[in-house]
């Protein structure tokens, strides 16, 4: 009988989601970079909806503890944490169980602000954190159309689908 702590080796996918009310007197943070807005994510980190479900699609993938258990709000030392290391550090541990992401998509769900013009810095920004090209990280942008807490422009929501293969052990890359 297999191991069923070690991921098997192939192609593996997970799938991410998180969901933040929208509050005043924070910036506002979508994978990694602070947009022009009148109010932010609340929560116990800096809210980033977008790194947050990329971060349970990386961790779900490799079949790990989900962002709750690895970051659990209940520890100070994750209160206003900057989401990019908490991403930082779910990448290291699946590095750890042997795989490495090569390709992100995501949806961010709100009706404001606009995306258009952000989405290639939050593109690459996820990518850096990543070591991913912009092109391997897409972030699309969707409307509620006016339904629920996210049409009302209450909270922002985000679903991420994450890739990852095997580490190749005669490759370059370390395993933190």
Not at 64 to 70: A, C, K, N
Not at 71 to 91: C, E, G, T, V
Request: glycine share 10%; proline share 5%; hydrophobic share 45%.
């Amino acid at each position: 009988m297999a191991d069923e702590s070690v991921p098997s080796q192939r192609v593996r996918v997970g799938l991410g989601w998180d969901l933040h009310r929208l509050g005043a007197a924070r910036p506002l943070v979508l994978a990694g970079v602070e947009l022009p807005f009148d109010r932010g994510l609340l929560g116990h980190s800096d809210g980033d909806v977008v790194l947050h479900a990329v971060i349970d699609a990386l961790l779900g993938a490799a079949g790990l503890e989900d962002i709750g258990q690895l970051f659990p709000d209940s520890d100070p030392a994750y209160k206003d944490a900057d989401s990019r290391r908490l991403l930082a550090l779910a990448l290291a541990a699946v590095a750890r169980a042997g795989l490495r992401p090569v390709q992100i998509d995501s949806v961010v769900v709100l009706e404001s602000p606009r995306l258009a013009e952000h989405k290639r810095r939050m593109r690459s920004s996820l990518g850096e954190v990543l070591g991913l090209a912009p092109g391997d990280v897409n972030i699309k942008a969707k409307t509620a159309e006016g339904l629920g807490e996210i049409g009302r422009g209450e909270a922002i929501a985000c679903y991420a689908v994450a890739l990852l293969v095997p580490i190749e052990r005669n490759s370059t890359e370390q395993v933190v």
